[in-house]
């Protein structure tokens, strides 16, 4: 993800969380807003230190950084995309995370029908 992609700003972040819709699976919560103005998507990442130590937090991170970057031409552009992570990421490998970012970006219609 270059730098233009990422949500990196408190502010940013709080105004995802309060505008945006949030879709939740077991694993992931997923906060969408719309902006228009945009021809790309933007990518936050939250993740606690419930999940883990940084070790396992970084590993998370990257495996969602890694899952939005390969789904990159079927995510609908022109939205900010916040992700939460929860407990159960810690255990999971790239392929179940990948899965589960699937499945939830599919429940949020964030995804572009082929």
Not at 38 to 65: C, E, H, M, P
Not at 72 to 94: S, W
Request: hydrophobic share 35%; net charge positive; aromatic share 10%.
């Amino acid at each position: 993800m270059n730098k233009e992609r990422r949500i990196k700003k408190n502010q940013e972040f709080q105004e995802v969380f309060k505008k945006g819709q949030s879709i939740a699976n077991r694993q992931f919560v997923v906060y969408i807003l719309e902006r228009k103005e945009q021809d790309y998507f933007r990518l936050g990442l939250s993740v606690s230190k419930k999940i883990g130590n940084a070790v396992t937090r970084n590993r998370v991170k990257r495996y969602v950084r890694q899952s939005f970057l390969e789904m990159e031409d079927r995510i609908k552009t022109g939205n900010d995309y916040i992700v939460v992570a929860r407990k159960p990421t810690q255990a999971m490998d790239f392929h179940e995370t990948k899965k589960s970012l699937n499945h939830v970006l599919k429940r949020a219609s964030a995804l572009k029908k082929y």
